[in-house]
């Protein structure tokens, strides 16, 4: 992508795409209410994208949690697409991904996905299932570069999130094995020893090129939206993918978005 496309011409195509995607591909609700869509991006956009990442070198550590046990360097690293990152990007680069992060922040793109996970969106807010449209949600579009040894146990999210949205970038099919699984709590499981004795692996969400899923964040005393990543084992490459993630509240570094 040699030539600089207007961000508002990548948003427009992204948004009208993707909007399409969501509303031909079904939900399922089990173990909870989510969705794996393939196509996610134009296909003929989806090799920009790949070619197009930032330099890694420009991605800061997700959390401290995310050490690697060698030389301690992260094994999840993360760019938000904030206008002050954006900035630090070349005139191309910067506007290929100011307009993704347009359009998975668009009003529309959050009503299609709410009311397409509409029965545990309803079940959380107790509201009935046609009205879930007109929750507040606000996106944080973010890039991940994750590496051998990272490793996230079945966790429910937070419920400052409303709906967890995950894009995978891979370049080829060689990387199938690297996707986010789905877990149901084993009853009367021993609570002591690994993480996978507690867990049942209900579902794995291959991670092939321009695919991603999402799903309904509830974390309640009778439903919890179970998740997670098992060790990256070596060899596995970089595991890149863009989380936009639906908060209840607007974050401010990420409002210009919306605009």
């Known amino acids: 992508m040699d030539t600089v496309v207007s961000s508002r ?7 009208e795409h993707l909007l399409g995607r969501i509303e031909r591909t079904p939900a399922l609700d089990e173990p909870f209410s989510h969705i794996y869509l393939e196509e996610v991006f134009p296909p003929d956009l989806y090799p920009d994208l790949l070619s197009q990442l930032p330099d890694p070198e420009l991605y800061d550590g997700a959390n401290e949690r995310h050490h690697g046990d060698g030389d301690g360097g992260y094994v999840r690293s993360m760019f938000p697409l904030t206008r002050a990152n954006l900035a630090r990007l070349p005139a191309a680069q910067r506007e290929l ?27 959380r807010y107790g509201v009935a299932a046609s009205r879930v ?64 004795g507690r867990f049942a692996k209900v579902k794995q969400f291959a991670f092939q090129p321009n695919s991603g899923y999402a799903f309904v964040v509830n974390n309640s005393l009778t439903r919890k939206s179970w998740h997670g990543r098992e060790r990256l084992p070596a060899g596995a490459g970089v595991r890149n993918t863009l989380l936009n993630t639906f908060y209840e509240t607007l974050r401010e570094e990420f409002r210009d978005n919306r605009n």
């Open 9 to 15: 011409s990548v948003s427009s195509r992204v948004l």
């Open 133 to 196: 449209g007109r929750l507040e949600g606000y996106s944080r579009p973010t890039l991940y570069r994750e590496t051998e040894g990272f490793e996230i146990p079945p966790h429910p999210d937070t419920r400052k999130k409303v709906v967890t949205m995950h894009l995978y970038l891979p370049a080829d099919r060689s990387q199938l094995g690297l996707g986010t699984a789905l877990y149901r709590r084993r009853a009367l499981a021993w609570p002591l020893g690994t993480w996978q």
């Open 97 to 123: 991904w100011r307009g993704v992060g347009a359009a998975l922040a668009a009003p529309e793109l959050q009503r299609a996905m709410f009311e397409k996970l509409a029965r545990d969106l309803a079940f």
